[in-house]
């Protein structure tokens, strides 16, 4: 069969009857299904062969609501976005101009995400009354009007899948299952991809059950086919290789990047990675990934309490290795006492949050950038923290090693501040020349003749000296309690502790001198300058890009560092009329520059929805202001 | 802290042997004046000097309260850290220093109040620390409220009429957490004190140290009823291994066990030994350390001494042998692996 | 603990949303199952209520109806329990063991006490796409024996008991 079958596809390739091809920059594709219709694979397996193939993508699942649900009901919907193109991108589209829809769930769900006159592929074999009725259709869409706007596909998938496969000995349940490599065929036809990658992966992964290997290859090819013969497929679309710069790829999501940021980091100091933390939606992965790299001299504590988790990190950093602590918003709200006590103390700390709906409970699955004004302000007292931020789950791992080497030069708190849809989102990774990685030295005080002083402070970095328990000779107490200078001694006078005060801000401040310059995109100086932070990168950019198609030509600088900010930072502002301020929050960043920077022109962009920002509104807007 | 590591331990480190005097800071210390705290710190001082652990080796971690400006006075390393989270610092401190002695100094409201979720879980968790708990029943720092320890119906500023909270018993709280070493002494026995900081420093695993504690100001002669010079043959007992619960000025009572209960009985009464209740340390079935605790003033006299003493193996020990175990069957984590090591295609 | 994937085997930590070696999902295979081998368990769970239900015409009560017509159409119709609407939605459901046990005295006259002063309110109900296994649940946590099956809209269809499960899966059982 599989002989055959693969013949057949060649004559095909090769030039036999074939169907018109058409070319196109991009195109965004929703694999939607049940949660056990295996739709995340059927996404993956397509965006690996999208990467293999040249083209730049992004993509974002969209994971059920519920974590179990009986089959075929809406909290069971589970979908996957990918948006690939001949150019670069960042954002996994606005709308789909696809959507493959295994069941009346997944199309309730799903269809309102669809792009006027797409295409939607629908499994015609499950869409019964009970099915119709358990995802709350009151008529059938196949029947009615629902469905007049768009391209429609009605293909009895489960039915297909088990004619191609009736001469396989498999159980029904089996069968059942290869229907998404079925319908993964029928898109690797649709958008003339190349199944070797797939073809090899599946004989790799199911290579101890041959059977199951041989049924999806068949179903694979049969789905293929099926889409080549179909009239309401008229065509094929071609998507070009972009132009990705040389190098070795990966295709990483935002928590993963950051954890291997972070171990990275941690193997450059040579110290040992302490992560104490507690699950949290959505920062709960970072921990089960650096779970499973205890050989890279990792140490994860699941703590009782948020609290405890800080804690722990502190006293690692205490002890001398890398401590660092990962949640959400709520969680940075409990952080904030231990918080302090870090800044006071002195040490070096990485905490991380993967921002999410709030406040309070919020939307914990959904994405936000509202906590900007927490990380930089919530806690008692003058207590100035460094804050770095990625702007695309790829450049989650430089930021990363960015937080611990700040964190560790200037013997501080670092706040790695990300959000949901980094953590979930995928993209290509260009995989960085390990030699280039940046150097993080640590140099801990041994004791000499004069008496040690904790709090006496490097000139350049006002950091103070790393002293490891267990040092000879340098015995000496910290904590939480105002402190004289340089001996660390509790100390209640006035002017100490407001000169205290100004060198720890101070500390902050000179971080600058150690971080890189703003970059422009675009002209240096004009009308409208948009000023972005996280994850807005995306639909900025690719807002730009199509702007830039109309003539329409503005700039665009991405803050990685919120606290302090790049040094020339003032500079560029002045130089343009309007400043657009887009974030996920109701004006947090804006806040922050225009008190920063009075005088300037800042206007703000805002959204508070659980979604990111569209390309389409985020362009919009632009032009509305130009 | 094994019980071989206080003997011939880095010699090079202290040329000199220790004495209190190392082990004092050059902080004047501020406790009001009859504070119980000084000979808790005088005894600790001591027992450090004894076991002759560099100095460098040791840290105390406090949280708030009186008792946690403990860290200030003492040459060692010290955190002086938040309100009830002494446990947490202590904890991610040992985990990536298993090397130093890592005391954890609180105190009733610090410890079981505020911190009272840290302390459970600590115990529970089995990290090789020592938690010196220092009760004295009051709030003493914030000036006189009452804590979770206080008796009910007592008097103070935050309860002009009375507490109506149901006290609770830090041992029992101990037991509960399953910690492996669990102690009660008290600030008016400075040897008794020092015999059990070296049981503590010796036992591998938590070790739960409550210190009856007199605060001199706002809580005086709390525990007189017990500890005082007049009652305490009749109220104390001190605890010994294998030995039968022997108190009274003239050693003539001793407990046995009626049913579930523990009864106070008269030497002279009993006809066989063996009907004595011997106290057993190292039992896996925490049940009759809990029942130890349950004896309280008015109705039985207060055990003093080594409740119970196991041993398992502790929480930090465990985490290091999974990095261990790890790096000998995947080989030590390389940078090329970690980044390279996935599926990755070329461009270009 | 471990579960292995019906796909490629591998083992994955009990709960895990997908293979970690081949990705597929499991997000199904922790649903509760019936055992292949025994049938009942499998015809409780996988049938639906709508298998039980008869198709006799179902007579419903108004809340302020006497308890003396209740009574009445009880005996002419040889009913046990009467599902209670108001105007289109179901407020509650009367049996005759409530009659017998509420409104049975001395010092009550039936033909003045109204079905709402001893109806049980807002009963549990079942709709007919549920499974038969949701019914018995219903009725094992609620101690009850009566259970109305309502339509999608709340239009009443029928009252099923235990009697009528016992006897679909008497009667299944006799075919298998």
Redesign the interface.
């Known amino acids: 069969m599989n002989a055959t079958m693969a013949n057949e596809i060649k004559e095909n390739q090769q030039g036999g009857v074939k169907k018109p091809q058409k070319t196109v920059a991009n195109i965004t594709i929703r694999f939607a299904g049940d949660s056990g219709d295996g739709m995340q694979l059927t996404g993956d397996q397509f965006t690996?062969t999208t990467?293999?193939m040249?083209n730049d993508f992004a993509t974002f699942p969209d994971y059920p609501a519920e974590i179990r649900a009986p089959a075929g009901t809406l909290p069971g919907v589970s979908s996957f976005q990918i948006q690939f193109s001949n150019d670069i991108i960042f954002t996994p589209g606005d709308q789909s101009d696809v959507l493959v829809a295994m069941n009346p769930a997944a199309l309730k769900v799903n269809l309102g995400n669809v792009r006027k006159g797409g295409l939607i592929i629908v499994n015609e074999s499950v869409f019964n009354e009970m099915n119709l009725r358990k995802a709350a259709w009151k008529s059938d869409p196949l029947q009615d009007d629902t469905l007049k706007d768009y391209q429609v596909l009605k293909a009895p998938l489960s039915q297909l899948t088990k004619n191609a496969l009736k001469d396989h000995p498999l159980k029904m349940t089996e069968i059942e299952r290869c229907k998404n490599f079925f319908a993964l065929g029928m898109m690797f036809w649709l958008f003339d991809r190349e199944m070797e990658h797939t073809l090899n992966w599946i004989k790799k992964k199911f290579a101890k059950k041959p059977e199951i290997a041989n049924a999806n290859i068949a179903a694979l090819m049969a789905g293929y086919n099926y889409a080549d013969i179909t009239e309401v497929l008229a065509a094929q679309y071609h998507v070009a290789k972009a132009h990705?710069?040389?190098?070795?790829?990966?295709?990483i999501m935002g928590n993963e990047a950051a954890a291997?940021g972070f171990?990275?980091a941690a193997?450059?100091a040579k110290k040992?990675l302490?992560y104490?933390t507690y699950p949290i939606t959505p920062a709960s992965t970072i921990l089960h990934d650096l779970a499973r790299?205890?050989?890279?001299?990792?140490?994860t504590?699941q703590?009782?309490?948020e609290?405890?988790?800080?804690?722990?990190?502190?006293?690692?950093?205490?002890?001398?290795?890398i401590?660092m602590t990962g949640t959400s918003g709520p969680g940075l709200c409990l952080k904030s006492?231990?918080l302090n006590?870090a800044i006071m103390?002195e040490l070096p700390l990485v905490v991380i949050n993967v921002q999410r709906g709030g406040p309070s409970t919020g939307m914990p699955t959904k994405t936000e950038q509202a906590d900007l004004l927490q990380t930089l302000f919530g806690r008692n007292g003058e207590s100035p923290i460094a804050v770095v931020a990625p702007k695309t789950p790829s450049d989650c791992f430089m930021m990363a090693v960015e937080a611990v080497r700040i964190a560790v030069k200037y013997m501080t708190p670092v706040v790695f501040l990300s959000e949901g849809n980094l953590a979930n989102g995928a993209e290509p990774w260009?995989?960085?020349d390990?030699a280039t990685?940046p150097k993080i030295e640590i140099r801990h005080p041994v004791a000499t003749a004069e008496k040690f002083l904790p709090y006496a402070r490097d000139p350049k970095t006002l950091a103070r000296p790393w002293a490891?328990?267990?040092?000879?000779?340098?015995?000496?107490?910290?904590?939480?309690?105002a402190k004289a200078d340089l001996t660390g001694?509790?100390s209640y006078d006035g002017p100490n502790n407001q000169k205290m005060m100004e060198l720890r801000a101070e500390k902050i401040q000179r971080i600058a001198d150690d971080i890189p310059l703003l970059e422009i995109r675009g002209p240096e100086k004009g009308k409208l300058l948009v000023v972005g932070w996280g994850g807005t990168f995306g639909p900025i950019y690719q807002a730009m890009e199509e702007l830039k198609r109309e003539n329409i030509v503005v700039s665009h600088v991405h803050l990685n560092y919120l606290n302090p900010f790049p040094k020339n930072l003032g500079e560029i502002l002045k130089q343009f009329e309007t400043i657009l301020v887009p974030e996920l929050n109701l004006g947090q960043l804006l806040m922050v520059l225009r008190h920063k920077f009075p005088g300037i022109h800042a206007v703000g962009f805002h959204k508070v929805q659980g979604l990111p920002f569209q390309v389409d509104e985020m362009a919009a807007k632009i032009k509305e202001l130009v | 802290m094994s019980e071989h590591d206080h003997e011939n331990v880095n010699p090079d480190?202290n040329k000199a042997v220790l004495t209190k005097e190392s082990f004092e800071?050059d902080?004047a210390v501020r406790w009001c004046p009859g504070c119980g705290d000084y000979a808790i710190l005088a005894t600790a001082q001591r027992t450090l000097a004894k076991f002759n652990v560099?100095?460098?080796?040791h840290?105390?971690?406090s949280g708030i309260g009186c008792s946690s400006r403990f860290?200030?006075y003492?040459?060692?390393?010290?955190?002086?850290?938040?309100h009830g989270?002494a446990?947490?610092?202590?904890?991610?401190?040992?985990?990536?220093?298993p090397?130093?002695a890592v005391w954890v100094i609180t105190g009733d409201g610090d410890g079981l109040s505020i911190g009272g979720?840290?302390l459970?879980?600590c115990m529970r968790r089995n990290v090789d620390l020592n938690i010196l708990l220092v009760n004295n029943r009051i709030y003493g720092l914030t000036k006189g409220q009452y804590s979770p320890t206080s008796e009910i119906g007592k008097i103070t500023k935050s309860s002009p009429s009375g507490t109506i909270d149901y006290p609770f018993n830090a041992l029992c709280i101990a037991i509960a957490s399953e910690a492996t070493f669990v102690a009660r002494t008290l600030d008016t026995d400075p040897r008794h004190m020092g015999m059990i900081f070296e049981r503590a420093m010796a036992h591998k695993g938590v070790s739960f140290i409550e210190i009856y504690q007199n605060c001199i100001i706002f809580n005086d002669k709390a525990f007189g009823p017990v500890i005082g010079r007049e009652n305490r043959d009749d109220r104390m007992i001190y605890l010994e291994d294998g030995k039968p619960l022997l108190f009274g000025s003239d050693r003539k009572k001793a407990i046995r066990m009626n049913g579930l209960r523990p009864e106070v009985v008269s030497l002279d009464e009993i006809k066989n030994e063996n009907e004595l209740l011997i106290h057993r340390e190292n039992q896996m079935n925490p049940t009759y350390a809990y029942l130890l605790t349950q004896m309280h003033y008015p109705e039985m006299p207060e055990p003093f001494g080594v409740f119970r003493a196991i041993e398992k193996p502790t929480y930090n020990e465990m985490?290091d042998k999974?990095?261990e175990?790890?790096?000998a069957?995947?080989?030590?984590?390389t940078?090329?692996k970690?980044?390279?090591g996935?599926?990755?295609?070329?461009?270009? | 603990m471990k579960r292995a994937c019906p796909s490629c085997g591998f083992e994955n930590i009990a709960g895990s949303d997908r293979c970690e070696e081949c990705f597929h999902s499991l997000m199904q295979i922790d649903l509760p199952k019936p055992s292949k081998s025994d049938a009942f368990q499998r015809a409780v769970m996988t049938k639906p209520v709508s298998d039980l239900l008869t198709g006799k015409d179902l007579l419903v009560a108004n809340e302020n109806d006497t308890i003396a017509k209740v009574v009445r159409v009880f005996q002419e119709h040889n009913l046990k329990c009467i599902l209670i609407y108001r105007e289109k939605k179901l407020v509650g459901i009367l049996s005759n063991r409530d009659i017998i046990q509420k409104a049975a005295r001395k010092d009550l006259d039936i033909a003045k006490v109204k079905v709402r002063d001893i109806m049980t309110p807002n009963p549990e109900y079942v709709k007919p796409d549920d499974p038969i296994a949701v019914a018995v649940n219903k009725m094992a946590l609620g101690g009850f024996r009566n259970l109305p099956v309502l339509s999608g809209d709340g239009a009443p269809l029928s009252i099923i008991t235990i009697k009528d499960v016992l006897s679909f899966l008497s009667h299944r059982h006799q075919k298998v």
């Open positions: 690996d990467a293999v040249g990705l710069e040389p190098g070795t790829y990966r295709k291997l171990i990275t193997r450059l040992t302490f104490g790299f205890k050989n890279y001299h990792v140490k504590f703590a009782e309490d609290i405890a988790a800080i804690g722990a990190a502190i006293g690692a950093s205490f002890g001398g290795e401590g006492e231990a006590l103390a260009k995989l960085p390990i990685l490891i328990p267990g040092t000879p000779g340098l015995e000496h107490r910290i904590g939480g309690l001694n509790v | 480190a800071s902080q560099p100095r460098e080796k840290v105390f971690v860290p200030y003492m040459n060692t390393y010290g955190f002086h850290t938040i989270r446990p947490t610092v202590a904890t991610g401190l040992k985990c990536v220093n090397e130093l979720n840290h459970i879980h985490m999974q990095v175990d790890a790096i069957q995947k080989g030590e984590g940078l090329e970690l980044i390279y996935a599926d990755t295609w070329k461009v270009g």
